[in-house]
């Protein structure tokens, strides 16, 4: 990492010494820090506010105790978590995260990248994220719905549209949210459906909701591309994962003409030179809820599975990662510049590691950081949050029109920011600068909040 200048460097010690032990906070931290040397220098306000210490410090965390009871009857007990980062440009909005590795770290990191991913979407929605170690794999229905009422139970009393509006995240879909909100209203007696997003069509949600972080990722992707005369029409492209993020991902790089190769999960990867059937995934994934392995098995010799390794050994000219954080390290970056990529953006949230990040930035390879090239799904929740304020209910053709215009302008963004600051084409201090200026000016008019 690039030495911070010592006003810099004393806000990472102090994050260090307040958050011990929250490794994926601090790198979230440490990388907004490292793009913030020249915005400092021209606009000294912000350090003698201390804008920056005040960003790093969440305006409320919530850990509270989630028991519930299994189908064999034994008592189980979860810990819940929401962070309530900076509501400086609107309500927190943020998803929750249902999986085993979930712990307060893992919460800051996501709520803090939220801050500044919100931000750059134009509209009016502040930053947080939660959550919860629980693991939905595997369990009944019945056992996801009690467990999501007694979260709710407690979490409630902490959300509304004007004040916290969750979402969902890895491990939190359309049933989980359709078990929240349910709870939400038995409790409250109010059918507010503004205070929770990715809900079904029938009931509030969406059109291009569930699309909607992917397709962002591959329209950021475009964007960038374009930059250098390209598109991706034609290209090999490799995306890791195979959730909604990757599924959805792949369905738009397929639409504007790119091959996609492969997909993966935690067991391994499949590889399909022809191309990932995407019918197969969704049913394979969406539908049966079982390993990529099974998508290799249904093609027979037209496509291998191959259990553990790395994905990004696989030679494509775009990567997407979307599957978890820190999943594409150095080793994965030589990897693909040595097979010729030529733009990575990130649908996952923090998924490339800084050396990783780095080694791309000095090849050459576009890089699309995951709070600018992922925005689209938070984008989308957010026009959510208006048709449900209208009362009203948009078309699939128009929501995706206004998620490809906030994704441009989010490129535009980016692009213009780091052009500003000497560092054109570097997405990641785009992003992360101006980001930081709306935010940060928005709490200097506040006073000292």
């Not at 989980?176 to 990715?198: C, P």
């Not at 397709?215 to 250098?228: I, K, P, Q, S, W």
């Not at 935690?266 to 022809?274: A, I, L, M, T």
């Not at 390290?329 to 693909?336: F, I, N, P, T, V």
């Amino acid at each position: 990492m690039p030495a911070l200048d010592s006003t810099l460097q004393s806000i990472y010690d102090l994050v260090l010494r307040r958050n011990p032990g929250e490794d994926e906070f601090h790198q979230a931290v440490r990388e907004v820090l490292d793009s913030l040397g020249p915005v400092m220098a021209k606009h000294p306000q912000y350090a003698d506010a201390r804008v920056i210490e005040r960003i790093c410090e969440p305006e409320r965390q919530i850990i509270f105790r989630v028991p519930w009871t299994d189908d064999r009857g034994r008592i189980e007990i979860h810990r819940g978590f929401r962070v309530e980062f900076n509501s400086a440009l609107g309500p927190y909005k943020g998803g929750l995260r249902f999986h085993p590795s979930v712990y307060l770290g893992i919460v800051k990191f996501l709520g803090f990248e939220q801050i500044f991913k919100n931000a750059l979407t134009g509209l009016p929605i502040g930053g947080g994220k939660g959550g919860s170690d629980f693991d939905p794999k595997g369990r009944s229905d019945g056992e996801v719905m009690r467990f999501c009422q007694s979260f709710m139970t407690e979490l409630y009393r902490h959300l509304g549209e004007y004040t916290d509006v969750p979402a969902g995240d890895i491990g939190v879909g359309g049933r989980e949210i359709g078990y929240l909100f349910g709870q939400y209203k038995r409790i409250t007696n109010r059918y507010e459906s503004g205070v929770l997003t990715g809900k079904g069509l029938g009931w509030g949600g969406s059109p291009v909701r569930k699309e909607a972080t992917g397709y962002g990722a591959v329209f950021f992707t475009d964007e960038m591309l374009r930059t250098r005369g390209q598109s991706l029409d034609g290209r090999t492209v490799v995306v890791s994962g195979s959730g909604n993020v990757a599924i959805y991902a792949v369905e738009k790089a397929q639409q504007l003409g790119a091959t996609v190769v492969a997909v993966s999960d935690s067991g391994g990867y499949v590889v399909d030179e022809k191309g990932i059937d995407l019918e197969l995934l969704k049913e394979v994934k969406e539908q049966r809820r079982e390993r990529v392995s099974a998508y290799a098995d249904a093609l027979g010799e037209r496509a291998r599975h191959v259990a553990g390794g790395s994905i990004w050994d696989v030679p494509c000219e775009v990567a997407l990662p979307c599957a978890t954080q820190n999943e594409l390290d150095e080793a994965a970056a030589r990897a693909l510049v040595a097979n010729g990529c030529l733009a990575v953006a990130e649908g996952a949230n923090m998924p490339t590691t800084p050396a990783a990040a780095k080694l791309f930035g000095e090849a050459g390879v576009l890089f699309g950081p995951g709070k600018a090239a992922n925005a689209g799904g938070v984008a989308t929740s957010a026009l959510e949050m208006q048709q449900n304020a209208s009362r009203d209910s948009w078309t699939h053709e128009y929501t995706e029109e206004r998620l490809g215009e906030i994704m441009r302008g989010i490129h535009e963004r980016c692009a213009a920011a780091a052009e500003e600051y000497g560092a054109p084409g570097n997405y990641v201090l785009g992003a992360n600068a101006s980001a930081f200026i709306q935010v940060a000016d928005a709490m200097l008019a506040f006073g000292v909040i």
